[in-house]
Nanobody
Framework: QVQLVESGGGLVQPGGSLRLSCAASGSIFSINTMGWYRQAPGKQRELVATITSGGSTNYADSVKGRFTISRDNAKNTVYLQMNSLKPEDTAVYYC????????????????WGQGTQVTVSS
């Protein structure tokens, strides 16, 4: 029922910028925390940034000061502005949302985007 459409990835040179977006649609009653994760080849998936429904943010130390997570609650969309990109940022980036589908639901379920490739290379 929940669809997450992720976009914005691509190939950029070191020092460049990209803006990722992830829009959730479907029969969604509410969304709690939204976040971005990434997975590089041969490595485990790691948390990049999260943002709560109230706007509180959390960042991995490796991206702090360079990346900014934001959300548009009216559009059920989360963004990741990535500046000063480095080759080590190369990975598949996934968005995740914690959604409650009904006011009768007692819990949130996790939903993942399809992933978008970000490659930082000269």
């Amino acid at each position: 029922q929940v669809q997450l459409v992720e976009s914005g990835g691509g190939l950029v040179q070191p020092g460049g910028s990209l803006r990722l977006s992830c829009a959730a649609s479907g029969s969604i009653f509410s969304i709690n925390t939204m976040g971005w994760y990434r997975q590089a080849p041969g490595k485990q998936r790691e948390l990049v940034a999260t943002i709560t429904s109230g706007g509180s943010t959390n960042y991995a130390d490796s991206v702090k000061g360079r990346f900014t997570i934001s959300r548009d609650n009216a559009k059920n969309t989360v963004y990741l502005q990535m500046n000063s990109l480095k080759p080590e940022d190369t990975a598949v980036y996934y968005c995740k949302t914690q959604c409650r589908l009904s006011p009768l639901s007692a819990y949130y379920s996790d939903y993942w985007g399809q992933g978008t490739q970000v490659t930082v290379s000269s």
